[in-house]
């Protein structure tokens, strides 16, 4: 297993690089994770709140969790491991960011072109016309939100069961096939199709380098596991 040293070599040579988000990429600005210690599941079942299934059955109920979640995240700022992302962007000729978060912080860093796979918090879609439109008010002044049109709105994010945003895996999936060195931050890589671009990235041919503060699913795939927090980690390789 290649050690810091032998990855910033890889970096350093890369004409080519795809990175992968996940929410531990966030943690240290003080937006939860999902899995491990902390994490929302811990407390929250996902079947009860990220799910169409749970939306259809109480709206106002999914409602008030994500308008709390997003009353957490409003206030969040973009942490070391962001930053160091655009540095590498503005420094590596075909770079591709592809997260699994809905936070907004890569934007909010100066991440261009984002690949959003579960989509954005900050973002609503009628169910009934389909209009989606960006909305940052938190708390929302009435819940649920409601579209012009007098349907009932739902966040713009992907939930258990539903497809990924049109084209983004098909763009996420190219950025991994052609990336000599891929980036694993922050994610427990147990949630697919997204999990699923470790694999495919190593076979192609890239170099697979993970940081996350613990081992994970996507362990086995890589090349190199770098163990720590992402922004102390990834400034240093950076
Ligand atoms: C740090 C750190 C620090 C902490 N520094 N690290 C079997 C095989 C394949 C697929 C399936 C399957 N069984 C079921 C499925 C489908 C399902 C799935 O994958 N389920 C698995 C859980 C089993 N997938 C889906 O349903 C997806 N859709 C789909 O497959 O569609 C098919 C379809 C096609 C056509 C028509 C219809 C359908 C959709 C998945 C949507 C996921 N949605 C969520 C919620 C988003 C909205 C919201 O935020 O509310 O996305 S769930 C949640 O998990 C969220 C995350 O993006 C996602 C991944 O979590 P992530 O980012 O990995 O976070 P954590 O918390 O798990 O991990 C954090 C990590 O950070 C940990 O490792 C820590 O150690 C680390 N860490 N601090 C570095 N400082
Ligand atoms: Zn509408």
């Not at 796979?117 to 989606?132: N, P, Y």
């Not at 949630?191 to 192609?204: F, N, Q, S």
């Not at 890239?206 to 922004?231: F, H, M």
């Amino acid at each position: 297993m290649a050690d810091l040293e032998e990855a910033r070599e890889w970096l350093a040579r890369a004409a080519s690089v795809a990175a992968l988000t996940g929410a531990g990429i966030s943690a240290e600005s003080g937006v939860p994770t999902f899995r491990g210690a902390g994490g929302l599941w811990r407390e929250y079942r996902p079947e009860d709140l990220a799910t169409p299934e749970a939306f259809a059955r109480d709206p106002r109920l999914v409602w008030e969790w994500y308008d709390w979640r997003r009353q957490a995240i409003r206030t969040a700022q973009p942490n070391a491991a962001h930053l160091a992302l655009v540095q590498l962007e503005r420094r590596i000729p075909r770079f591709t960011l592809i997260t699994q978060n809905v936070d907004g912080l890569h934007d909010m860093a100066g991440s261009g072109g984002v690949l959003k796979l579960h989509g954005d918090i900050w973002r609503m879609r009628c169910t009934a016309c389909g209009a989606e439109w960006p909305d940052r008010c938190a708390p929302l002044p009435k819940l649920p939100p409601h579209c012009a049109c007098g349907g009932l709105a739902r966040p713009g994010v992907v939930w258990f069961g539903e497809p990924l945003p049109d084209g983004t895996m098909q763009e996420a999936g190219h950025a991994a096939a052609s990336a000599e060195v891929f980036l694993v931050i922050g994610t427990s890589a147990v949630v697919h199709p997204a999990a699923g671009l470790i694999p495919y990235a190593r076979r192609a041919g890239a170099k697979v380098i993970e940081i996350n503060t613990e081992r994970t699913a996507a362990s086995q795939w890589v090349d190199c596991a770098l163990r720590g927090p992402a922004g102390e980690i990834l400034p240093r390789l950076i």
